[in-house]
């Protein structure tokens, strides 16, 4: 069975920066994306990061976010930069996706399509 483990959360200053790493238990051939949720709101996606290394953004933080993934570690990154209060989310990692176009295709638009999860980090962001 496949474990995601969110880690890197903190408090920032507006106008800084975060690193969020997700360790997942073991090699698959899934791709991953990063959610959040605002206290008392959904989720709602964040990044997804395909198979073959594509990546995918939510118009919100695009430019400031950047999703990533080291396989040799079995870790997937969420770089976020000039970070805003409206930020301030727990964060989730997820594993999923949608076979097409010969590889597994992870939006954060479609969170239906992800089966694992971690527990989340959270993210506070103060001014």
């Known amino acids: 069975q496949l474990h995601l483990a969110e880690s890197g959360g903190g408090s920032v200053e507006a106008g800084g920066s975060l690193t969020l790493s997700c360790k997942v238990s073991k090699p698959n051939r899934y791709c991953y994306g990063w959610f959040r949720r605002i206290q008392g709101k959904d989720k709602d996606g964040v990044a997804g990061?395909?198979?073959?290394?594509?990546?995918s953004y939510v118009d919100s933080v695009k430019g400031r976010f950047t999703i990533s993934q080291d396989t040799a570690k079995n870790t997937v990154y969420l770089q976020m930069n000039n970070l805003k209060s409206d930020d301030s989310a727990m964060y989730y990692c997820?594993?999923?996706?949608?076979?097409?176009?010969?590889?597994?295709?992870?939006?954060?638009?479609?969170?239906?399509?992800?089966?694992?999860w971690g527990k989340g980090t959270l993210v506070t962001i103060f001014s």
């Open positions: 997820a594993s999923g996706g949608r076979w097409e176009g010969g590889k597994f295709h992870c939006s954060p638009h479609r969170i239906w399509e992800f089966g694992t």
């Open positions: 990061i395909d198979s073959d290394g594509s990546t």
